[in-house]
Protein backbone atom coordinates (compact mmCIF):
# COMPACT_ATOMS: atom_id res chain seq x y z
CA UNK A 1 0.00 0.00 0.00
CA UNK A 2 2.71 2.47 1.18
CA UNK A 3 2.32 6.19 1.97
CA UNK A 4 0.77 8.76 -0.29
CA UNK A 5 1.84 12.71 -0.10
CA UNK A 6 0.58 15.33 -2.48
CA UNK A 7 2.35 18.94 -1.71
CA UNK A 8 1.50 22.19 -2.88
CA UNK A 9 4.78 24.20 -3.36
CA UNK A 10 5.23 27.88 -3.45
CA UNK A 11 7.71 28.61 -6.57
CA UNK A 12 8.48 32.22 -5.67
CA UNK A 13 8.41 32.34 -2.01
CA UNK A 14 12.78 33.01 -0.76
CA UNK A 15 13.70 31.41 2.08
CA UNK A 16 13.15 34.79 4.04
CA UNK A 17 9.23 34.41 3.42
CA UNK A 18 8.77 31.10 3.78
CA UNK A 19 7.97 31.18 7.84
CA UNK A 20 5.49 34.22 7.58
CA UNK A 21 3.49 32.49 4.28
CA UNK A 22 3.78 29.28 6.43
CA UNK A 23 2.29 30.74 9.74
CA UNK A 24 -0.22 32.90 7.41
CA UNK A 25 -1.38 29.30 5.64
CA UNK A 26 -1.31 27.61 8.49
CA UNK A 27 -3.34 29.83 10.91
CA UNK A 28 -6.32 29.50 8.57
CA UNK A 29 -6.62 25.87 7.90
CA UNK A 30 -6.79 25.63 11.84
CA UNK A 31 -8.97 28.15 11.87
CA UNK A 32 -11.33 26.19 9.26
CA UNK A 33 -10.74 22.87 11.31
CA UNK A 34 -9.07 21.55 8.25
CA UNK A 35 -5.72 21.03 10.59
CA UNK A 36 -5.18 21.04 14.03
CA UNK A 37 -2.68 23.55 15.93
CA UNK A 38 -0.94 20.93 17.51
CA UNK A 39 2.22 18.94 16.18
CA UNK A 40 2.51 15.62 16.38
CA UNK A 41 4.47 12.67 14.99
CA UNK A 42 2.09 11.88 12.27
CA UNK A 43 4.09 12.56 8.82
CA UNK A 44 6.78 10.41 7.43
CA UNK A 45 10.21 11.31 7.37
CA UNK A 46 9.54 14.57 8.99
CA UNK A 47 9.46 15.04 13.25
CA UNK A 48 6.11 17.46 13.65
CA UNK A 49 3.05 17.38 11.32
CA UNK A 50 -0.62 18.97 11.88
CA UNK A 51 -2.90 16.23 12.26
CA UNK A 52 -5.79 16.85 10.44
CA UNK A 53 -8.96 18.47 12.29
CA UNK A 54 -12.16 17.88 12.85
CA UNK A 55 -13.80 19.57 8.74
CA UNK A 56 -10.79 17.90 7.10
CA UNK A 57 -13.26 17.02 4.23
CA UNK A 58 -13.32 20.97 3.43
CA UNK A 59 -9.79 20.25 2.22
CA UNK A 60 -10.70 16.83 0.15
CA UNK A 61 -12.78 16.49 -3.36
CA UNK A 62 -15.87 15.36 -3.01
CA UNK A 63 -15.94 12.14 -4.24
CA UNK A 64 -13.46 10.92 -1.26
CA UNK A 65 -13.57 7.41 -0.21
CA UNK A 66 -11.19 7.21 2.67
CA UNK A 67 -9.95 9.10 6.07
CA UNK A 68 -7.05 10.98 6.17
CA UNK A 69 -4.70 9.12 8.63
CA UNK A 70 -1.76 10.92 8.43
CA UNK A 71 -1.58 15.18 8.64
CA UNK A 72 0.61 17.74 7.08
CA UNK A 73 4.19 18.89 6.66
CA UNK A 74 5.35 22.27 6.54
CA UNK A 75 8.91 22.93 4.27
CA UNK A 76 10.08 26.49 4.91
CA UNK A 77 13.90 25.59 3.51
CA UNK A 78 14.85 24.93 -0.12
CA UNK A 79 13.53 21.42 -0.83
CA UNK A 80 13.59 19.72 -4.46
CA UNK A 81 10.06 18.15 -4.33
CA UNK A 82 9.97 15.06 -6.17
CA UNK A 83 6.85 12.53 -7.13
CA UNK A 84 8.90 9.64 -5.21
CA UNK A 85 11.54 7.41 -6.39
CA UNK A 86 11.48 8.16 -10.69
CA UNK A 87 13.23 11.11 -11.77
CA UNK A 88 11.30 12.74 -14.81
CA UNK A 89 12.23 11.54 -18.62
CA UNK A 90 12.88 15.25 -19.61
CA UNK A 91 12.65 18.40 -19.25
CA UNK A 92 10.72 21.24 -20.94
CA UNK A 93 11.89 24.05 -21.52
CA UNK A 94 9.27 27.04 -20.62
CA UNK A 95 10.45 29.29 -23.46
CA UNK A 96 10.52 27.22 -26.28
CA UNK A 97 8.67 24.26 -25.28
CA UNK A 98 11.53 22.13 -26.44
CA UNK A 99 12.20 18.42 -24.46
CA UNK A 100 15.72 17.75 -23.18
CA UNK A 101 15.79 14.13 -22.54
CA UNK A 102 17.86 13.43 -19.00
CA UNK A 103 20.53 11.23 -19.81
CA UNK A 104 24.08 11.21 -19.60
CA UNK A 105 25.69 14.43 -19.93
CA UNK A 106 22.04 16.06 -19.57
CA UNK A 107 21.03 14.97 -17.01
CA UNK A 108 24.54 15.94 -14.90
CA UNK A 109 24.11 19.18 -15.79
CA UNK A 110 20.74 19.30 -14.53
CA UNK A 111 21.51 17.77 -11.31
CA UNK A 112 24.41 19.96 -10.74
CA UNK A 113 22.52 22.96 -11.08
CA UNK A 114 19.75 21.08 -8.93
CA UNK A 115 22.56 20.71 -6.29
CA UNK A 116 23.69 24.03 -6.60
CA UNK A 117 19.72 25.65 -6.40
CA UNK A 118 19.58 23.53 -3.31
CA UNK A 119 23.11 24.98 -1.64
CA UNK A 120 22.28 29.00 -3.14
CA UNK A 121 18.60 29.46 -4.01
CA UNK A 122 19.74 30.09 -7.51
CA UNK A 123 21.05 28.11 -10.73
CA UNK A 124 20.18 28.03 -13.92
CA UNK A 125 20.08 25.25 -16.94
CA UNK A 126 21.02 26.52 -20.37
CA UNK A 127 18.38 25.10 -22.98
CA UNK A 128 20.01 23.20 -25.56
CA UNK A 129 17.49 24.21 -28.29
CA UNK A 130 17.13 27.99 -27.40
CA UNK A 131 20.32 28.97 -25.66
CA UNK A 132 18.15 30.41 -22.63
CA UNK A 133 19.34 30.53 -18.84
CA UNK A 134 16.48 28.88 -17.44
CA UNK A 135 16.13 29.01 -13.66
CA UNK A 136 16.09 25.65 -12.33
CA UNK A 137 12.40 26.29 -10.44
CA UNK A 138 11.18 27.12 -14.31
CA UNK A 139 11.25 24.06 -16.30
CA UNK A 140 8.51 22.03 -16.02
CA UNK A 141 8.98 17.97 -16.18
CA UNK A 142 7.91 14.75 -18.18
CA UNK A 143 6.06 12.42 -16.25
CA UNK A 144 7.80 12.46 -13.27
CA UNK A 145 7.13 16.03 -11.49
CA UNK A 146 9.66 17.78 -9.69
CA UNK A 147 9.13 21.35 -8.20
CA UNK A 148 11.63 23.06 -6.33
CA UNK A 149 11.01 25.94 -3.24
CA UNK A 150 11.42 27.19 -0.25
CA UNK A 151 8.02 26.34 0.95
CA UNK A 152 5.61 23.47 0.63
CA UNK A 153 2.45 22.29 2.12
CA UNK A 154 3.01 18.11 2.38
CA UNK A 155 -0.13 16.39 2.91
CA UNK A 156 0.72 12.31 3.80
CA UNK A 157 -2.26 10.01 3.24
CA UNK A 158 -5.20 12.17 2.72
CA UNK A 159 -7.86 11.75 -0.30
CA UNK A 160 -7.39 14.14 -3.23
CA UNK A 161 -6.89 17.69 -2.42
CA UNK A 162 -9.85 19.52 -3.99
CA UNK A 163 -8.92 22.07 -7.27
CA UNK A 164 -10.76 24.75 -5.13
CA UNK A 165 -8.93 24.22 -1.79
CA UNK A 166 -5.90 23.98 -3.99
CA UNK A 167 -6.48 27.62 -5.24
CA UNK A 168 -7.77 28.57 -2.11
CA UNK A 169 -4.28 27.56 -0.41
CA UNK A 170 -2.82 28.82 -3.37
CA UNK A 171 -4.64 32.29 -2.96
CA UNK A 172 -2.73 32.77 0.54
CA UNK A 173 0.47 33.25 -0.98
CA UNK A 174 1.03 36.76 -2.04
CA UNK A 175 0.01 35.73 -5.92
CA UNK A 176 3.26 33.33 -6.14
CA UNK A 177 3.11 31.00 -8.53
CA UNK A 178 2.13 27.40 -7.04
CA UNK A 179 2.97 23.64 -8.20
CA UNK A 180 1.41 20.65 -7.43
CA UNK A 181 3.07 17.03 -6.79
CA UNK A 182 1.84 14.13 -5.88
CA UNK A 183 3.17 10.64 -5.12
CA UNK A 184 3.99 7.35 -3.33
CA UNK A 185 6.87 6.13 -1.31
ZN1 LIG B 1 14.27 26.54 -24.90
Not at 74 to 90: D, I, L
Not at 133 to 161: I, K, R
Not at 165 to 170: E, G, I, N
Request: proline share 8%; net charge negative.
Amino acid sequence: MGDRFQVIVDLDASEADAERLARRVVDRLVAEGIVLAERTGCVPGQPLGHPPGPHWERAVSDDWDFKPWDGLAVHTRRTGFTSGANMPGAALCPHCGAHTPLQDAQWRRFSTAMRTWHDTGAASVGCPACARAVPVPDWTWDEAPLAFGALGFEFWNWPDLGDDFRARLAGLLDGHRTAYVWGKI
